[in-house]
């Protein structure tokens, strides 16, 4: 396990995730400031010994802040919480998310009943400490961060922010070109406003929650910070405009499923958060027929 310190006492922790990783932070001090908790094995099996490797002990860790209530992010927080009875810190608007892990199954069902999204309940509830709002400042250990809400994967996003060392970690919230496709949960039209109001902020690092297109790394640097988050920009604008050129060749209304076929994209709930701002932007129509959710364009 290599040791991968990013800036003055911040260090990145690659969890282990399917082929790729999660990325979680640590944030050194007085105490210890754990950013993303990664998978229900991730603590035991990655977290700790990383800093056991530094000379300290996980019971050192008094805070636990999450970018996202997703369960890559969140599934360790229980076993962390356990350990060490640190403060857990989510955005207000992932509370509920936190603590009831089969509601964002259930509202994902309620938006695209066709899409099985069980697996994103697989974490064991735990309670949120604290509360975060946009532009909170939070003093942890002598170590001020900054909260920025940037909704879009979720409506819970957020970036903490070290303003002097100019490091941002981010989560899923910037995801370029994802992996294949960028993968939305919550809103297109928030995911865009989300990244136009990065880019007029000064990163001198970009932490990513996972290795994202196109430069496949966590850790983004200098001019690579801005030019993933246009690049975020600009993938999510030319999907929209191939599921908006689809549903006008089909002229017939569709379901998600075989939009998404049409298509060849392997994230259809993108798909599906695309085709819900193009009904907001009067672009396209759902209906019912026959107990099925259809999509058209207008």
């Known amino acids: 396990m290599n040791r991968l310190e990013i800036a003055d006492n911040i260090h990145v922790i690659e969890v282990p995730h399917r082929t790729y990783f999660v990325s979680s932070c640590l944030i050194v ?17 990655t977290i700790y010994p990383y800093i056991r ?14 970018t996202h209530a997703h369960w890559d992010h969140c599934a360790g927080a229980a076993t962390i ?12 608007l992932g509370k509920p998310y936190l603590e009831d892990p089969g ?12 899409q099985n999204n069980e697996h994103m309940a697989n974490f064991e509830p735990i309670k949120a400490d604290i509360t975060y709002n946009d532009g909170d400042s939070i003093d942890l250990g002598g170590k001020n961060l900054e909260i920025i809400h940037i909704p879009g994967h979720s409506a819970d996003s957020i970036s903490i922010v070290d303003n002097e060392q100019g490091v941002y970690i981010s989560g899923d ?18 995911y865009t406003a989300s ?56 002229g017939k209304p569709m379901s998600l499923t075989k939009i998404n076929e049409r298509l060849g994209l392997t994230r259809p709930i993108t798909v599906g958060c695309i085709l819900e ?17 259809l999509w058209r364009a207008k």
Do not use: W
């Open 81 to 92: 919480k356990s350990d060490t009875s640190c403060m857990i810190g989510v955005h207000h």
């Open 195 to 250: 990244a136009k109001r990065l880019l007029n902020r000064s990163i001198k690092i970009l932490v990513n929650g996972h290795p994202y297109l196109p430069y496949n790394k966590g850790v983004l640097r200098g001019n690579e910070c801005s030019e993933h988050i246009q690049e975020s920009l600009r993938e999510v604008s030319k999907i929209r405009n191939d599921v908006l050129e689809t549903l006008r060749a089909i």
């Open 53 to 66: 490797k530094l000379g300290r002990d996980p019971s050192e860790i008094s805070h636990l802040m999450l």
């Open 29 to 45: 001090g007085d105490s210890l400031i754990l950013v993303d908790a990664g998978r229900e094995e991730s603590p035991k099996e």
């Open 103 to 114: 509601l964002i199954v259930t509202q994902l069902a309620e938006r695209f009943p066709s």
């Open 173 to 190: 919230s910037m995801q370029g070109r994802g992996m294949n496709q960028p993968l939305i949960f919550h809103s297109l039209a928030e």
């Open 277 to 293: 701002a193009l009904i907001e932007e009067r672009e396209a129509e759902k209906i019912l027929k026959n107990g099925n959710i």
